[in-house]
Structures are given as C-alpha cells and as structure tokens.
C-alpha cells in the first residue's frame, strides 16, 4: 500500500512560480509511474504530466512551463511550475501506477490533492 501526499500549493500572482509535492510512503516510489491531474471548480481531472522513469510526457497546456521530476531517495516526485496563468488554478491531485502508467487509468494510488491559485 502506497500513501501519497501532495504539498507546496499556494496563491500566487500571474507570472509567478510553485514548486508541488508529491510524498510517498509505505513503499518507495522507484518501480511506480508517476502522474500530475488538475481538477477547476466543476470541471473534470485532467491530465498534467506523467513520468515513468523512461519518459516524461506533459500536456500542451503546460507544455515549456511545467518541469516533473522525481527524487527517488526522498520518495518524492516534484511538479515545478513556472509562468503561472489564472487558467491554472486548480487542486493538483498526483497519481501512482505499480509499472507502466495506465493510460485512461484507473490508477492505484490518488494523493488528497493541493490547491494552486493564481490570481491576476
């Protein structure tokens, strides 16, 4: 059993910069796909970007201003996000799949998700 944890949303301005979280216990993260969704007020989870240890892949909307890493030693995989646009505001929720990610899902583990505003 995995347990994820999302931290490091905020309010920032237009423009600004945010360094997301995602923290991993009861197992390392080394073996898991790693995925980022965003869900708005009353719109769906929509996909942010996925890393699996051999590829990166990000959606066009964040495409150049978003950076997913992961630190496998801290258990934890990182979403730097740059150049923030009111459009991105969301609750960023992160995602594990045991292997290879699960494109469509449903996948294993869900963190409770962070809030990220950015205001204009």
């Known amino acids: 059993q995995v347990q994820l944890v999302e931290s490091g949303g905020g309010l920032v301005q237009v423009g600004g910069s945010l360094r997301l979280s995602c923290t991993a216990s009861?197992?390392?993260?080394?073996?898991?796909?790693v995925g980022w969704f965003r869900q708005a007020p009353g719109k769906g989870r929509l996909f942010v970007s996925i890393?699996?240890?051999?590829?990166?892949l990000y959606a066009d909307s964040v495409k150049g201003r978003f950076t997913m890493s992961r630190d496998n030693t801290n258990n934890t995989a990182y979403l730097q996000m740059t150049r923030l646009k009111p459009e991105d505001s969301a609750v960023y929720y992160c995602?594990?799949?045991?292997?290879?990610?699960?494109?469509?899902?449903?996948?294993?583990?869900w963190g409770q998700g962070t809030q990220v505003a950015v205001s204009s």
């Open positions: 995602a594990a799949d045991w292997g290879e990610w699960r494109l469509g899902g449903p996948h294993d583990y």
């Open positions: 009861g197992r390392t993260l080394s073996g898991y796909a």
């Open positions: 890393e699996d240890g051999d590829r990166t």
